[in-house]
């Protein structure tokens, strides 16, 4: 098993965290959403795995490429 960082491909707030730790995740199964531009925009699991650390909160901000999550795949 290898772990996957899940990163961000905007900059934006988190608005949601809407999958939990110990989850069973499945390739584009969303782990949060970024509110950007008044848009919802998901963020995916790239793989089939099952997620094993969130590491922002609603509310915190995001930059483009930050490592948000981490599946185990």
């Given amino acids: 098993m290898a772990i996957v960082d899940v990163k961000t491909d905007i900059t934006g707030n ?5 999958a939990e730790v110990g989850a069973a995740l499945s390739e584009d199964d969303p782990i949060l959403i970024l509110e950007s531009m008044k848009m919802e925009i998901p963020v995916a699991a790239p793989e ?7 590491l922002v ?4 901000v995001a930059t483009e490429g930050t490592v948000v999550a981490r599946i185990e795949a």
């Fill in 14 to 18: 988190v608005w949601k965290i809407v």
């Fill in 48 to 54: 089939d795995g099952r997620l094993v650390e969130i």
């Fill in 57 to 60: 909160a609603e509310g915190d």
